[in-house]
């Protein structure tokens, strides 16, 4: 049916506090260890990001929400070699306080439910999913700490 979309959610548990895992999105340094070596952002709302979560596909995309500890939103920005969308693409990182632990959720949302769109949609959904356990395993092993 056209002009459904999809989208994907990924949750993980994170034995550090919201401070610790904040930093890891939001400083250059510490981005590019965990998600891509490449990886850039200017952290603000208004900002942008970019990565290639999954070694080939590169993440354009405006800071839409920037609340500190808490919420960044990523409106990925259009890119001419993907079929035309008509809808926004969407990353939405969560993060909540759990103990002395942080529960972080990606809701990513606007992908076309589309064939031309499956190989994109794939490629990006389990790259986010690679790239949270490497976060994950950045923060518990405190290489966090090696990347200042």
Same mark, same amino acid.
């Given at each position: 049916?056209?002009?459904?979309? !999809?989208?994907?959610? /990924? ?28 990886? /850039? ?20 995309? /405006? ?9 960044? !939103? ?10 035309? !969308? ?12 759990? @103990? ?7 809701? @990513? ?17 389990? @790259?986010?999913? !690679? ?18």
């Amino acid at each position: 049916m056209a002009g459904k979309l !999809r989208g994907y959610a /990924h949750r993980i548990d994170i034995d550090a506090d919201t401070g610790r895992v904040w930093r890891a999105f939001i400083e250059p340094k510490a981005l590019a260890r965990w998600c891509a070596p490449r990886a /850039h952002i200017r952290p603000r709302q208004g900002g942008s990001f970019r990565a290639s979560v999954d070694r080939v596909s590169t993440i354009d995309a /405006h800071i839409d929400v920037f609340d500190a500890n808490r919420r960044l !939103r990523l409106i990925h920005m259009e890119q001419p070699d993907l079929p035309a !969308r008509g809808a926004t693409l969407i990353d939405d990182f969560l993060l909540e306080a759990d @103990g002395s632990g942080t529960i972080v959720r990606l809701l @990513g949302s606007g992908f076309p439910d589309d064939a031309a769109w499956d190989p994109y949609f794939l490629r990006l959904r389990a @790259g986010w999913e !690679r790239a949270l356990a490497r976060l994950k395993v950045f923060l518990e092993k405190q290489m966090d700490k090696e990347a200042k």
